[in-house]
């Protein structure tokens, strides 16, 4: 029980297909306390009984684009927790039409969407949680190959995962004079929501699964249990990582 009495905060779960679920189970089951966000009305249907079946009743609106959800999100994890222990950001967003074609045909609209949704929303939910967030606290987010190498209709999203990446080694710089650890968890290809996003993804899947040395594709479990090493204590001298998990 590795995560027992550890209180965590988890964004980004749509469905049972969501890497942030996986992780919440792998959590969960090591005994963390969980409290969840949806991003809107018909996602809270989806995200209350994954809320239940993982022992919480706490769950809360996030859209990361509108900033009075995080003071609302502050207000509820101090009523409800008091302080947290980790925070897990599992947020990506770029319009369907730049996630096919080519790159330079990038529209300045879908480039801000991109980086504001999936890469400025992690330093807008690290500065809320702060306060909340126990010394020795884990930040977590999600990043893909596609950012530091070129992976085909990736585009938009692969420039924002380097930002990503870039920003939770500044992060770590910022938090670690206050004993907060940031990292992130580059996870091979897995079939979400997200991911039908991607133009071509199932060749993607395909050569993933051909290539790897582990002659498969990684799983929300494999992704959860990692997590949870980061997340938790064991993982006290490592920050401003990237952290592959994506089966060689
Ligand atoms: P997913 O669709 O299950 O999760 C994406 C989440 O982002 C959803 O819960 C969605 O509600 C949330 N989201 C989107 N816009 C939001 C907004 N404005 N405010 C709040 N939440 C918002 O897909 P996933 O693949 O589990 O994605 C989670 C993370 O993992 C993403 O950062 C993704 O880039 C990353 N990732 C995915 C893969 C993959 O192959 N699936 C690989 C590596 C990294």
Not at 23 to 49: M, Q, S, Y
């Amino acid at each position: 029980m590795l995560m027992q009495g550890k209180n965590g905060l988890i964004v980004g779960v749509a469905n049972q297909k969501s890497i942030a679920y996986g992780i919440a189970k792998a959590c969960h089951e090591a005994g963390a306390n969980l409290a969840f966000t949806f991003l809107n009305d018909a996602l809270k249907k989806r995200v209350e009984p994954i809320s239940s079946e993982l022992g919480s009743d706490k769950i809360y609106e996030l859209d990361v684009n509108n900033p009075g959800h995080f003071e609302a999100l502050r207000e509820n994890l101090t009523r409800d927790f008091k302080k947290i222990d980790f925070v897990l950001h599992a947020v990506a967003f770029a319009p369907k039409e730049a996630l096919e074609g080519e790159f330079v045909n990038t529209t300045k609209e879908a480039f801000d969407i991109a980086m504001g949704t999936s890469v400025y929303s992690l330093l807008s939910l690290t500065r809320a949680v702060l306060p909340v967030l126990k010394e020795g606290g884990s930040v977590l987010t999600l990043t893909y190959l596609g950012g530091p190498k070129f992976v085909p209709h990736y585009n938009v999203m692969g420039v924002a995962k380097a930002a990503l990446e870039s920003s939770v080694r500044y992060l770590a710089h910022d938090l670690g004079a206050k004993n907060i650890r940031v990292n992130a968890i580059s996870a091979g290809p897995i079939k979400t929501l997200a991911a039908s996003g991607i133009g071509d993804f199932r060749m993607i899947l395909r050569y993933n699964e051909v290539n790897s040395p582990l002659k498969r594709n990684v799983t929300t479990e494999d992704v959860g249990n990692s997590a949870m090493y980061l997340l938790s204590d064991l993982a006290s001298g490592v920050t401003g990582e990237v952290h592959y998990v994506d089966c060689g």
